[in-house]
Structures are given as structure tokens and as C-alpha cells.
């Protein structure tokens, strides 16, 4: 298949007029050889299913549909949306461009129930929360087969944390109990336009087998008290939790540790008594 000849984004971005929008955590990505490379983070997509949320000009979309990719964009800027559809017509049948706010919609129902990859460049106000939704509920497995994100590289290191550290809390625990999640790449700020004030990095999950017997729902709440209070001992951050003091007694968890010396298995085991 010959690829068409695209326009450069710069000059994509300027016919129409764009410009980052900061209330809506935007920052443009124009080094196509970047966006190439992060295509390849989840492995081969040719005819794939891809959703990618606040996709913007359509710079990683370009790197999505040369990948071979069929790829549903979710945008909720308007102002996006011309430049899209042109990229629409280049890849023609191949991109479908929704308009409106990725929070509260029904990805599956987009997908109409088929496995598919999500591949974000994530508007910064709303990853984490987009982030924990995909990882969340009672469920398991999910319809994605992978999440590939930009993040901030401060709530990356946070995903892919260990405990022990500052770092690890309540991301971690979420995405390495249901994945296995690793950083795959770091992306410099001078990347981006505007240049944020942070520094980035591209997070990769892959679901894994959710353990039996363990409430998403209790495992959120322990995790939500523990953390919330992380310079507390257990037995004082958890005392607000039902039966979390008792199941600590049951397990033979100290109940004097911190929540961050806890590891992902030590946190299911309380919710899985929790559950019972």
C-alpha cells in the first residue's frame, strides 16, 4: 500500500489556525520520527484496533494509520476536528473521529466489543483519571489488550513504582495487581509545543489474570485509606476501613507498618479477606 503524501503538522496546525489549549492539558508532539517510535511500543498493529483519546492535530494518529492501524479518536476539541477529517480522507474507511469528552463515554461500545490497543498522547488533566477508570471496576480481563500513555513522567514513575519509595501508592498497587506495567519510554519536554514544565514518559500495560476471590471495589477503599494517610502506621490509617484492622491481625501484618512498605500482594490479601 502506498502511503499519501501528508502536509507537514506544522503547517497543518497553522492553515488551521491551532494552538495548544492549556484548560484542556494540550501539548503538541510535531517529531514524526517520535510518534513512529511510540506506534511501535505495543507491537505490530497492522489491522488492528487502536483508540487513542485527545488525539489533537492527529500527529500520533499519522504514526497510528501508517502503522497500519484502524484507529477511533476520541477528541473533545472542535477545533481538531477539520484537520482529523482531513487526515480521514487520506486513510479513507480507516479513522473514525467522536467528538466529546473520553470520561464519559463507553470505549467498548465504540469498539463495538472487540479486543482493541488504547494509544494516548494524554491531555495532563485528565490521564490519571482516565488511567485508573481503564484499570478499574469489578470485570476482568478487559476488551483492551494493552495501554500504551504519555503521562507526565512524575505520575509514570508513580505507575511503575516499587514499594518501599516515596513513589509507590495507590497507582501502583492498581496497575501492577490487574498488569504488568514498565516505562517504555522518556520523552523530553522540548518535544512537545508548548514545552510543558515537566518532563514526560510513555507507560506500556498489558492485562494480566486478576486474582479470584478480590473486590476491585475493597481493594480501592484499602488502598484509598492507606495511602491517604501514608505517614500514618496501618492501624491508624486503616481503622476507618470495616474488618481492614482485623484481616491486618489474620494475615500477620504488622500493624505498625506504612502503607508504601506494603507490596501489591500484601494489599490483595487484605482485600481478598475483606471480600470473603
Not at 500493624?255 to 481478598?272: G, I, Y
Request: proline share 7%.
Amino acid at each position: 500500500m502506498v502511503e499519501p503524501e501528508l502536509p507537514p503538522l506544522r503547517e497543518v496546525i497553522a492553515r488551521h489556525g491551532l494552538c495548544a489549549s492549556k484548560s484542556l492539558g494540550q501539548n503538541f508532539l510535531f517529531d514524526e520520527h517520535l510518534l513512529d517510535r511510540i506506534a511501535t511500543v505495543p507491537g505490530e498493529l497492522s489491522g488492528k484496533r487502536v483508540l487513542e483519546v485527545g488525539p489533537g492535530p492527529g500527529g500520533l494518529t499519522r504514526a497510528l494509520l501508517r502503522a497500519g492501524a484502524q484507529v477511533t479518536a476520541i477528541e473533545m476539541d472542535r477545533r481538531c476536528l477539520p484537520a482529523l477529517a482531513e487526515l480521514g480522507e487520506a486513510f479513507p474507511g480507516r479513522l473514525t473521529v467522536i467528538q466529546g469528552d473520553a470520561l464519559a463515554m463507553d470505549h467498548d461500545a465504540f469498539m463495538e466489543g472487540e479486543p482493541y490497543a488504547v494509544l494516548s498522547n494524554l491531555p495532563y488533566n485528565v490521564g490519571t483519571a482516565l488511567f485508573t477508570r481503564w484499570m478499574g471496576g469489578e470485570e476482568w480481563p478487559p476488551n483492551w489488550t494493552s495501554l500504551t500513555l504519555m503521562f507526565q513522567q512524575e505520575v509514570a514513575q508513580r505507575i511503575v513504582a516499587q514499594p518501599g519509595g516515596s513513589a509507590y501508592g495507590r497507582l501502583a498497587v492498581l496497575a501492577q495487581w490487574r498488569g504488568t506495567a514498565r516505562l517504555a519510554m522518556k520523552v523530553h519536554r522540548s518535544a512537545f509545543t508548548p514545552p510543558p514544565k515537566v518532563m514526560s514518559a510513555i507507560v506500556h500495560v498489558t492485562p494480566a489474570t486478576m486474582p479470584n476471590g478480590v473486590s476491585a471495589a475493597k481493594l480501592e477503599a484499602i488502598t484509598a485509606a492507606a495511602f491517604g494517610q501514608r505517614r500514618k502506621m496501618l492501624r491508624q490509617s486503616l481503622k476507618s476501613v470495616p474488618g481492614a484492622l482485623d484481616a491486618l491481625d489474620a494475615l500477620g501484618i504488622d500493624p505498625t507498618r506504612r502503607a508504601e512498605t506494603l507490596d501489591v500482594e500484601e494489599f490483595v490479601a487484605v482485600a481478598r479477606a475483606l471480600s470473603s
